[in-house]
Nanobody
């Protein structure tokens, strides 16, 4: 299984970015995809997840600003990030989990700075 994430970059505070992650390989139909992030000196933390059944979870810090979505019938997940803040600066990682297997993407850097 491979995960390919894209969409990071430099954005000013208040701006928006959209991340995407496509998973390929042998993947169970029932799975959960999501986004985690890790800022320098911090532990990796959950941002948002979405199951194949549509159940979503969000970190409190991003509720109302970020929206996770999945492309129907495909193992692709998106993260629309609005009203970005400097504290959102981090490397964002895509994660796929099914059965007892966990897979991570390579990470994409998001920098929020003026």
């Amino acid at each position: 299984v491979q995960l390919q994430a894209s969409g990071g970059g430099l954005v000013q505070p208040g701006g928006s970015l959209n991340l995407s992650c496509a998973a390929s390989g042998k993947i169970f139909r029932i799975n959960t995809m999501g986004w985690y992030r890790q800022a320098p000196g911090n532990q990796r933390e959950l941002v948002a997840t979405m199951s194949s059944g549509g159940t979503m979870t969000y970190a409190d810090s991003v509720k109302g600003r970020f929206t996770i979505s999945r492309e129907s019938g495909k193992n692709t997940v998106y993260l629309q990030m609005n009203s970005l803040k400097p504290e959102d600066t981090a490397v964002y990682y895509c994660r796929l989990i099914f059965a007892r297997y966990v897979f991570w993407g390579q990470g994409t850097l998001v920098t929020v700075s003026s």
